[in-house]
Nanobody
Framework: QVQLVESGGGLVQPGGSLRLSCAAS??????MGWYRQAPGNERELVATMADGGDTNYADSVKGRFTISRDNAKNTVHLRMNSLKAEDTAVYYC?????????WGQGTQVTVSS
């Protein structure tokens, strides 16, 4: 059974930082990453990392967010700095292989004073 379990969301003030983590089991993923969905919006890419280390970031988070991955532990992390109100969303862990994509259940990130 494939599982992706996120942790680390919460409430943070503007300008603050959070670190999201995702623990995967049941499959080794070629690409792992993070998407987010704010109320009324479509789910959008935040950042992804291939197993070889290549990364891809949304323009809106470049320079503020950093994705990292531990292939041995099958985990992926997202360090989020200089958070803004517009970063508020449910953040979903994502993993893909040749057979398809898989999603975690999501973790809420709220940026508010």
């Amino acid at each position: 059974q494939v599982q992706l379990v996120e942790s680390g969301g919460g409430l943070v003030q503007p300008g603050g930082s959070l670190r999201l983590s995702c623990a995967a089991s049941g499959r080794i993923f070629d690409v792992m990453g993070w998407y987010r969905q704010a109320p009324g919006n479509e789910r959008e890419l935040v950042a992804t990392m291939a197993d070889g280390g290549d990364t891809n970031y949304a323009d809106s988070v470049k320079g503020r967010f950093t994705i990292s991955r531990d292939n041995a532990k099958n985990t992926v992390h997202l360090r989020m700095n200089s958070l803004k109100a517009e970063d508020t969303a449910v953040y979903y862990c994502y993993g893909s292989t040749w057979s398809g994509g898989y999603w975690g259940q999501g973790t809420q990130v709220t940026v508010s004073s």
